[in-house]
C-alpha cells in the first residue's frame, strides 16, 4: 500500500508541474516569440512529463489490481448444513467444472451435492476428503481465485489453463510454508515445470477418480440398503428379492473395484466402482416403482393427489368468495387457505425435485388442512 501512496504522490506532481509550466510557455511566447527552439524545448518536455504521467497512472492502476487480488474472498469454515454468500460464491466456481459439480445449482445452502463436489476437488488436489471447506480447502479456493484475477480469465477457462493445477499448488505452499497435505509430495520451493512427470502426474488423476468412484458407490449401495429395510414388501415378495439380487451385485462390483485400486489398477477400479454405482441405482429405481408395496409408486400417489388438492382448493375459493362472513372468520378461514396454497407449493417443489415421498407427505397435509378448512367453512355457513 505504500508503494501505492508514493506512485500517487509521483502522479499528483507530475501534474502539478504540468500545470505549472502552462503560464511559463505561455509568457515565453509573448515576451520572446522569436525563440522557436526555446518553446519546442519546453513542448517537448510537456510530452515527456505526460507521458510519465500516464505511466504512473497504468502502474497504480496495476498495483491497485494487485492489492485487490490478494484479498481473501473464503474467509470462514462451511460444511453441509450453512446458508450464505459465500457458499454461493463457491457453488458459482464449481458450476463451472462439470466433472466436479454436475448439478451445477446455485443455491446458496451447502447440501449433500455441493459436499459431494467438495470431495471431488479435495481429491483432485490429494486433499482429504472431508466435504468441508475447512482450512486446506478454503486456502486451496482462495488461490484458485487469486489465480484467476492473475490471468484475468474466466473461471471456465481457468480450468483449462495450461499449468493451472501446478501453479495452485505452489501457491498455497508457498504461502503456507508446505503445511497442505498435498505439499508433501511435490517440491514446491522450485516452480519449474520441467521437473513436473507428466506420467505420475496422469497416474495421480486415475487414482482420484478411481477414490472418488468407489466412494460415491459405497455410498449409493449403502442408501439403497437402508431405503430397502425400510420399505413394505407384503405383497411384493417377488420385488424384494430382485432388488436384494442387484444390491449384491454392486457390493460385488464393489469389492473388485476395491481389490483392483489396492493393485493399483486405478483405471479397471474406476469402472467396476461406476458399475456398482449404476447396479444400486437401478435397485433404486426398481424400489421406487412401489414403494409401500400398493402397486402404486410414490410418484403417481403424488402426482394424483397434488392434482386433487388443486381441484378441491379451487372450489374451496370460490366458496369461500361467495359466502357471507363476519370479517374474523374470513380472515382466519383465508389464513387457512394460505397455508394450504403453501402446502401445495412446496409439495409441487418437492414433486419437481424428484423427492415423491416428501411431496405426498406435504400434498397429504395440504388435503387435510383443506378438509379442516371446508368443513369451518360448512359449519358457519349452517350456523348463518
Known amino acids: 500500500m505504500k508503494n501505492i501512496h508514493k506512485l500517487g504522490l509521483g502522479l499528483c506532481g507530475a501534474m502539478l508541474t504540468v500545470t505549472l509550466m502552462y503560464p511559463a510557455t505561455s509568457q515565453a511566447q509573448t515576451t520572446s516569440i522569436e525563440n522557436d527552439t526555446s518553446v519546442a524545448s519546453m513542448l517537448e518536455m510537456i510530452q515527456t512529463l ?49 466433472e466436479l459439480y454436475p448439478e451445477r445449482l446455485v443455491t446458496g445452502y451447502y447440501g449433500r451435492l455441493t459436499e459431494r463436489a467438495i470431495e471431488r476437488l479435495q481429491a483432485r488436489h490429494d486433499l482429504p476428503m472431508t466435504g468441508m471447506v475447512d482450512e486446506e480447502t478454503r486456502e486451496l479456493l482462495n488461490e484458485y481465485f487469486e489465480e484467476r484475477t492473475k490471468r484475468n480469465v474466466s473461471t471456465a477457462a481457468l480450468w483449462k489453463s495450461p ?61 439403497t440398503q437402508k ?39 486405478y483405471a479397471e477400479a474406476r469402472e467396476l466402482a461406476l458399475e456398482a454405482e449404476e447396479l444400486a441405482e437401478q435397485a433404486e429405481e426398481a424400489l421406487d416403482a412401489d ?11 403424488a402426482s394424483e393427489l397434488i392434482a386433487d388438492v388443486t381441484e378441491d382448493l379451487a372450489e374451496t375459493e370460490a366458496d369461500l368468495a361467495a359466502a357471507k362472513l363476519s370479517s374474523s372468520v374470513e380472515t382466519r378461514l383465508e389464513a387457512m387457505l394460505d397455508e394450504v396454497n403453501t402446502l401445495l407449493e412446496d409439495a409441487e417443489t418437492a414433486y419437481d425435485a424428484k423427492d415423491y415421498q416428501e411431496a405426498l407427505a406435504l400434498a397429504e397435509q395440504a388435503e387435510d388442512k383443506l378438509d379442516t378448512l371446508e368443513d369451518e367453512l360448512d359449519d358457519v355457513e349452517d350456523s348463518e
Open 291 to 301: 414403494d409401500d408395496g400398493d402397486g402404486i409408486s410414490w410418484q403417481e400417489e
Open 163 to 223: 499449468g493451472i493445477e501446478k501453479a495452485i499448488k505452489h501457491g498455497v505452499c508457498e504461502k503456507s510454508q508446505g503445511r497442505a497435505a498435498f505439499c508433501r509430495g511435490i517440491d514446491w520451493k522450485d516452480n519449474d515445470d520441467d521437473n513436473d512427470n507428466d506420467d505420475d502426474s496422469q497416474v495421480r488423476s486415475t487414482k482420484r477418480w478411481a477414490m472418488i468412484a468407489i466412494k460415491e458407490a459405497a455410498e449409493e449401495i449403502k442408501d
Open 50 to 98: 505526460l507521458e510519465q504521467i500516464e505511466t504512473l497512472q497504468e502502474q497504480l492502476n496495476a498495483m491497485q489490481g494487485e492489492a485487490q487480488a490478494i484479498q481473501k474472498e473464503i474467509r470462514t469454515t462451511m460444511r453441509q448444513g450453512v446458508s450464505s454468500e459465500e457458499v454461493r460464491k463457491i457453488q458459482q466456481f464449481l458450476a463451472t467444472n462439470e
Open 227 to 265: 431405503d430397502l429395510a425400510a420399505a413394505s414388501f407384503a405383497a411384493r415378495s417377488a420385488l424384494q428379492a430382485s432388488i436384494t439380487v442387484q444390491l449384491t451385485s454392486a457390493e460385488e462390483k464393489l469389492a473388485d473395484a476395491e481389490t483392483a485400486y489396492d493393485a493399483k489398477d
